[in-house]
């Protein structure tokens, strides 16, 4: 396959300005008829070039007359045009109960819908389908009225009908130019939880969400989300609602979370549908925050698009930043950046330190589904945070307010938004620029030293960027940290919170008049994407952790210090001295002054995943082991203060901030409780498990017995599996929770749960809950006999044959070879080559399998 480049950009040849489309609807055959009104750009010799996949062409016409000299250059139609501006016309023939890509046109549950980001438009019918040409378009559809009895597009609806076959018809227009792939249309039986809501100018928008009847009592939370987010983006950002009706559709077939195309988002039903009885919170959070998400985008993605797709974080980075400032303030702000870094160091950071590497504004790809990675949106998202802490809230919020002022209605790059930075900022960011080209995560060395006569404190800084994928020299980058110095003595601050730009390989900076041993508290709020490499203490690190007044820095500490003691355990591969973190936890579980939801992430253990990617060589099973041994001392030692967690004050069930908090840690501390292996862990379990009035006890427990062998854990699988055998979602989290399971025999479960009747590729989320989560799962995944690569690569190789662009997806486990003994690294690399092998392989897998093995 062919790379597309970045530095191969060039403005279309032809422009769009209006279309009408005319679908003639049905699940076997659908016809669509195109009528395209083109523009010839100045001084353009190229015929009309019109993007097209898979589709059967009837005709083509130009200014109303039928034509036969149009050309097939693979898939691409080239029409040879005189004029400046002529009427294409094509007609062409599409089988949506045939696309199990799930791109384009498609069929799910009886529900017809599209997805046409990033390149699925093409795939319905032919079009300059590139983000930077930009047309209104006008939607007519018909189809059976019984099977279908609602039909919506983009924009506003303008007028609908019957037909005399037991058909029918609507229309729907869109004002506001756009890119084809936010171009929607949505045909089903649905019901709709319908609301309004009225803009700060006054004006009344419509609201609806849309899913089958039986699911609209499932649909508050999201409504309400929904409100919240239109009134947060009018007051914090400016930005008001254009259209009369914003609609919400839930398909239960989706290869992402969820589509911002205009006014007709089309969303993962995961995202939309939440109760108490089958949602925990955590899904309760994810549903706010992909609605925020989404709505976000109707300004930061379609008013403002983008160019081309190497822009792609343009969008996706600062809408992300945008969704996680909303969640933030909808709760505790700290928890919030604790879960956005807990996330990103889950995801980004192995990705960025992994064969796929690339820069949040990539140089070239083969597949473009394959760049919706957490660098181009996590990572993304930080970048723009940098930009923020580094302007100032009003300074960020002018240097927002002129790019969507100067690019509305327009096709956008990066540079244009950090331009937008610089001139309503007034500071000069080009050295920060490197952020966009250079991939990697820096690593940021820190050390304080003090000369108690003089008072004098030094602080040396130093950056590395280490080498990825085609980028061996980097240059230093510029790193914003928020640092502050503590008296180890008397646990006073001894300077304010400082912004310090650490813009060389190294730097001094020198503070005066510290009179006592000063402890560093640095990265505060996580303020740059970095790693930090400090020399401090365990005590140092307990110090902060239980008096740093940034409560990001405290959770830090906790963790680092955690991380030491479990990168020491694995080494060394047996009992490290626990005693430091013990204390600490001690003292966490024991501050009154503290959020309970904050204690529950704070006396979390870090990922093995994540200890696992500071060693040189990862032994998984030491991993695994080092983290099982802290774990066991924390819970034997502490099982009062785990026990007085549990059995404190319980809030009754609201999704409320506090409510949500008490029962996180009631969750974490059932956890530790088991892990002190005392025999009575099962019945506490099984018996939160059975009279739990909400989901979130309910897989908290379920995921404690899941992990164990104990009597009730068979018993809980099948009270779980009986009660919701109905509910796509919750069957889901059954899947889901047995291949994160951690106990030894997980290969063998999930391979049986793989042939189980209710397993199907076909539908992502079902995928994605059996083999996305085995391949995260450190323990299963990396298994000494290679069973769990081979496993995933099978279901790989079988998924691409359906959904390439989610077989993808599921790669990136296998590509870590590299992290590993020689004996794994040589059977992941055979699951990858093997893979690379198989005849007809989609370019999407390939990208992946291929780069991978580089
Ligand atoms: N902008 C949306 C991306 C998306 C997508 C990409 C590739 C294939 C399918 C897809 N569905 C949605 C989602 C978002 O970031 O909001
Ligand atoms: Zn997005």
New binding site residues.
Partial sequence: PQAIRREDYRPPAWTVPEVSLDFDLDPATTRVRARLEVSRREDTVEPLRLDGAGQRLVSVLVDGVAINDWRLDGDTLEVPLTGDTHVVETEVEIAPDANTQL?GLYASNGILCT?C??EGFRRITYFPDRPDVLARYRVRMSADKARFPVLLANGDPIASGDLPDGRHWAEWHDPFPKPSYLFALVAGDLACNRSSFTTQSGREVELGIWVREADLPRTHHALHALKLSMAWDEHVYGREYDLDVFNIVAVDD???????NKGLNIFNSRYVLADPDTATDMDYDHVAGVVA??YF?NWS?NRVTCRDWFQLSLK?GF?VFRDQGFSADQGSAAVKRIEDVRALRASQFPEDAGPLAHPIRPESYLEI?NF?TATI?NKGAEIVRMMATILGPQRFRAATDLYFDRFDGTAATCEDFVQCMEDAGGVDLTQFRLWYSQAGTPRVSASVTHDAGSGRATLRLGQQVPATPGQSDKEPMVIPLKLRLFGAATGRPLTDEQLVMLNQASDTIVYEGVTERPVLSINRGFSAPVVIESDRTPDELAFLSGTDDDPFARYEATQQLMLDTLVAGAIEGGRTNHDAVIRAVSATLSDPSLDPAFVAEAVLLPAEGFIADQLAVVDPEAVFAARQALRSDLARQLEEQWRAAYDGPREPYAYTPRAKGSRRLRNVALGYLAATNTGDAGKLAFTQFAAADNMTDRQGALQVLANGDSDERVAALDIFYNRYADNALVLDKWFQTQALATRADTVEIVAELSRHPDFSLANPNRARSLVGAFGVNQRALNRADGAGYRFLADQLIQLDKLNP?TAAKLLPPLGRWRRFDATRAVMMRAELERIVAVPGLSKDLFEQASKSLE
């Fill in positions: 791109m997805q980001e990033a989706f290869n992402f979370g969820a589509m911002e998400h989404e985008h993605g996706e809408t589904s919706y949106y662009q």
